[in-house]
C-alpha cells in the first residue's frame, strides 16, 4: 500500500494513529501549498482533492481520515486495537470520533479556511468568510462541553485510548497553530492533550 502524505493535521492524524496501532506505512509527499491534491494525477486517487489517502495493492483507494484509521486497525498486528474488541466499545468510538468530527474538527477547520486560510482556500472551495468568527465560537463550545463530559477520564472513552483521541489531539494542536488555541479553562481536554502529546507517536 502507498500513503499520499502532505502537510497538514488531516495526514498527520493518519501517522499518528499509523504509529501507536504499529504499521509500517510506505509513503509518498504531495504538494498540497503548491495545489498538486486538487490537480490530475492526485484527483484521480481522491476526486475530494482533498489529503491524504492511501492506495491498496489492488488499486483501490481510501480517503477519508476516520476510514483510513479504521482499515489500519482491522489490518495491524494482533493484540492491541484503537478502535474497540467488542462491538460495544468500537460503537463508543464511532460516537465520539463522529461527534468530535462533525462538531469540533469541521467547524475548527472551516472557520480557518474562511479567515486565515482564505487565500489559500477561495481558489478551492466554497468559502463563506462571514461565517468565520461563528464557526470558530461553536467548535470551542462543542470543546467546552466536552471537557464537562470527560471528567476524570484519561481519554475520550474511558481508559481506552483511541481513535478518538487521536483525532482531538491533532486537532488541538492545529488549533494552537491556526488562532484558535485550548481554552486553558478546559482542564480535562489541556490534561488530554498533554497526555497526548507526551507519546512518541506524536511527533510522527
Ligand atoms: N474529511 C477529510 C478532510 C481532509 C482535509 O481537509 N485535508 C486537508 C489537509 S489537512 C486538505 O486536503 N487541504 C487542502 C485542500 O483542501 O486543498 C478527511 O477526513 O480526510
Redesign the pocket.
Known amino acids: 500500500m502507498l500513503f499520499y502524505d502532505?502537510v497538514?493535521?488531516?495526514?498527520r492524524v493518519v501517522r499518528m494513529f499509523a504509529a501507536e496501532r504499529g504499521v509500517d506505512l510506505p509513503s509518498t509527499k504531495i504538494d498540497?501549498r503548491g495545489g498538486e491534491?486538487?490537480q490530475t494525477p492526485y484527483l484521480a486517487k481522491n476526486p475530494a482533492?482533498?489529503?491524504?489517502c492511501l492506495e491498496l495493492d489492488d488499486g483501490m483507494v481510501l480517503?477519508?481520515?476516520?476510514a483510513i484509521c479504521e482499515y489500519l486497525d482491522e489490518i495491524g498486528p494482533a493484540g492491541k486495537t484503537l478502535i474497540g474488541s467488542t462491538a460495544q466499545e468500537r460503537a463508543e468510538t464511532r460516537m465520539w470520533v463522529r461527534r468530535i468530527d462533525l462538531n469540533i474538527i469541521e467547524p475548527m477547520?472551516n472557520g480557518f479556511r474562511f479567515s486565515e486560510g482564505l487565500k489559500m482556500f477561495q481558489s478551492?472551495?466554497r468559502v463563506i468568510p462571514q461565517a468565520a468568527d461563528d464557526l470558530k465560537a461553536l467548535a470551542q463550545e462543542k470543546l467546552t462541553w466536552l471537557d464537562g463530559l470527560i471528567a476524570g477520564r484519561p481519554f475520550v472513552c474511558g481508559n481506552r485510548m483511541t481513535l478518538a483521541d487521536v483525532l482531538l489531539f491533532v486537532f488541538l494542536d492545529f488549533g494552537g497553530n491556526i488562532a484558535q488555541p485550548i481554552n486553558p479553562a478546559n482542564k480535562n481536554i489541556v490534561a488530554l492533550y498533554e497526555r497526548m502529546k507526551a507519546l512518541p507517536s506524536a511527533s510522527a
Open positions: 502532505s497538514g493535521p488531516n495526514p498540497l491534491n486538487r482533492g482533498q489529503m491524504p480517503a477519508e481520515i476516520t477547520a478551492r472551495i
